[in-house]
């Protein structure tokens, strides 16, 4: 086990390269000219404007040039300039990203705990009106469109009840804490301001549901359905001949063996959702890198483009890492290569 993560770690490099070159040609080849969104339509008729922000944005260098300008840069930590905002690449991911992080890890939480739960009760209560109410409850999380449940959600909640605040990290008029972590709920502990805190942790707790809710859908229908797999295994037979209890049964026998391939999917779900809580973060009005994609889409910024791609492919990398490093604690097999 210990020679394969090596091996992967070691062989992150070449995938990480291989995924800026997919994200830089893939960049390059779109439709659209991002001369447009810099200096406007008016000023594209302008040659002398129009070869001035060339030379600037460095649009007039071949396509090799670029891409070897590029990935020099990037090896000294450079993801170059935004078109849109006019500021380095990797200081806009470095604001956002905590955001996305902290709304992905909460969402990721309450998913897992949820789903698990839910998928343990449907098991042991198999073929009942508990198991009907648990799949059908999994189905609409599978289901049920992020951005209708992200609005009903919000308009029940924060508009008509009135017991959770609305979109944003904190209210309009309180002031971000101090950076540490990029965490607001964290960050306002470590400097022990518990009114913020109460506050931030309010105001994650409607959209990290909403993200979580599809995770709750997708890890119940799997624990449900590996663990009802497990319970028919010969070894769960043999520990209730020994008079071992139903709950001691279910779940030091099969909820464990059951969490293995649900690691997979939180692994992979979780990497999904740094990139993919696009919908969310649009209706919550949360600052993370889901709606710098968009903008950076609808202005063809190419450079935030391609950070926003590394990030996520880098995120699937670490999680698929870690993802190996989780099977080789909760299944012995793997440690020892039986498996």
Not at 225 to 239: G, H, K, N, R, T
């Amino acid at each position: 086990m210990t020679r394969t993560l090596i091996r992967r770690i070691l062989m992150m490099p070449f995938l990480v390269l291989g995924i800026v070159t997919v994200a830089f040609m893939l960049s390059q080849i779109t439709r659209g000219d991002p001369l447009a969104a810099l200096i406007g339509e008016r000023q594209m008729g302008n040659p002398t404007i129009v070869a001035a922000a060339k030379a600037k944005w460095g649009l007039d260098r071949s396509l090799p040039e670029r891409y070897a300008i590029y990935l020099g840069n990037l090896v000294q930590g450079d993801m170059g300039t935004s078109f849109r905002t006019r500021q380095p690449v990797a200081s806009d991911l470095s604001r956002r990203l905590p955001a996305t992080l902290e709304l992905v890890v909460a969402a990721v939480l309450i998913g897992g705990v949820t789903g698990v739960f839910l998928g343990v009760l449907a098991a042991k209560y198999r073929d009942t009106i508990v198991d009907t109410v648990v799949r059908l409850l999994a189905l609409t999380g599978s289901s049920v469109p992020m951005f209708w449940l992200g609005l009903l959600v919000l308009f029940i909640f924060s508009v008509r009840l009135g017991i959770l605040p609305g979109p944003g990290r904190l209210d309009t008029r309180t002031a971000a804490p101090e950076f540490v972590t990029g965490f607001f709920t964290i960050d306002s502990l470590l400097a022990g301001q518990f009114a913020k805190f109460r506050e931030a942790l309010a105001h994650l707790v409607l959209p990290a549901s909403v993200l979580g809710w599809t995770v709750t859908g997708i890890v119940a229908r799997l624990v449900r359905a590996s663990m009802i797999d497990v319970m028919s295994q010969d070894f769960v037979l043999a520990a209730r001949a020994k008079g071992a209890g139903a709950w001691r049964v279910l779940l030091n026998h099969g909820l464990r063996n059951a969490l293995i391939p649900t690691l997979t999917i939180l692994g992979f779900t979780f990497a999904y959702l740094i990139t993919g809580a696009v919908l969310t973060e649009t209706i919550f009005s949360w600052p993370g890198i889901g709606s710098y994609a968009v903008d950076a889409a609808r202005s063809l910024d190419y450079p935030a483009i391609i950070g926003v791609t590394i990030v996520g492919g880098f995120a699937f990398l670490i999680a698929n890492l870690l993802t190996d490093i989780a099977y080789a604690i909760v299944d012995p097999r793997v440690r020892t290569g039986g498996a």
